[in-house]
């Protein structure tokens, strides 16, 4: 919530003028200072409990000063703090329904249960690539965090089916189910499965039998973290000039080189053309691997081979080529002419 700099004023002029009170009345009065501080309070709320002691004449002057000052500066004072909390409330609020309506257009997205250090890096990468990302996250006290990040997000535990719904698991076209629960990744999995027969699941496990019920609960790809980060640990001591590689394919070296994976599109300008002339058309480009149907992905294919419909091309080069690239693997033959 942002806060309104006449706030601090305002306080501060209350504040003063409890002080001043609470003194002219022990002046004024003889009071106590808490006999003082209880006078000065109860006259500027407007409780009306009474006086401690009567009044002197010059007591009842200073608190006719009192009430003119005092109460119009307390009401004030409630007047701002009101408006903080509706001006906050609303704004959340149409911030919260403008995210519901957008998660309820979006199609082909990815869902992404669980945004703890292990979810946040994956979004972070999904984001950076131009994915669509919905998280559902059952810490409420992440929600800022996800604002902050620019998510759209849901607040409340994947096992949930309304929860998953709201997420548009229907209309998702992949799940990444990363919670630090793996009875909870097995059911979401599960879950996910039954009620969306199309979509891909990926899925954190880190135990070998959690992985194989993952696997047999419908899970696409099973991920353990620890195993990952010390397989590549391990690599980066015995191959570290591999492990270099695939960082600078991976784009942490710089912006211009990636590795890509390319979806053929049916009918596209690039069915039919053989590898090797894809290549030569575009500069700094290579296709280092090929996915057809249930064929094992095929390592640097042959440069005669003919792109099919639906194959899936693995490209390193600059991130030009590749945009070309992927615009080719979409478009139309009679719109793409030669590639």
């Avoid at 229907?170 to 027969?197: G, K």
């Amino acid at each position: 919530m942002d806060s309104n700099p006449r706030l601090p004023i305002a306080v501060a002029a209350l504040a003063g003028i409890i002080g001043v009170g609470t003194l002219g009345y022990m002046v004024v009065e003889d009071l106590a200072w808490d006999e003082a501080l209880y006078m000065t309070v109860i006259t500027i709320s407007t409780v009306g409990y009474g006086d401690v002691v009567p009044l002197t004449r010059a007591g009842r002057l200073f608190t006719l000063g009192l009430i003119l000052t005092g109460v119009g500066l307390a009401f004030y004072l409630l007047t701002i703090l009101a408006e903080q909390v509706v001006r906050g409330g609303l704004r959340d609020l149409m911030q919260r329904t403008a995210m519901h309506r957008r998660i309820d257009h979006l199609e082909n997205h990815v869902i992404l249960c669980g945004y703890g250090r292990f979810g946040e890096v994956v979004a972070e990468e999904l984001a950076q690539a131009g994915e669509q990302v919905v998280v559902v996250e059952s810490d409420s006290s992440k929600e800022p965090e996800l604002m902050k990040a620019g998510l759209p997000y849901v607040i409340g535990t994947a096992v949930s089916d309304e929860v998953l719904t709201r997420a548009g698991l229907e209309r998702a076209r992949s799940i990444v189910i990363a919670t630090s629960s793996d009875s909870d990744n097995v059911f979401i999995t599960l879950a996910a499965r039954e009620r969306n027969p199309k979509i891909r699941i990926h899925t954190r496990g880190e135990f070998p039998e959690v992985q194989r019920r993952l696997v047999r609960a419908g899970a696409h790809q099973v991920i353990s973290a620890y195993q990952m980060g010390g397989a590549r640990m391990a690599a980066s001591i015995l191959r570290p000039s591999v492990v270099d590689f695939f960082d600078l394919a991976d784009g942490r070296w710089g912006e211009e080189i990636n590795l890509e994976e390319i979806a053929v599109g049916p009918g596209c300008a690039l069915e039919g053309q053989r590898l090797g002339d894809i290549e030569g058309s575009i500069a700094r480009l290579h296709v280092v691997a090929l996915k057809r149907g249930a064929e094992p992905p095929r390592l640097i294919p042959d440069p005669t081979t003919r792109v099919g419909r639906d194959d899936h091309l693995m490209v390193i080069g600059e991130r030009a080529g590749l945009a070309k690239l992927a615009q080719l693997a979409q478009r139309p033959a009679a719109e793409g002419g030669e590639a």
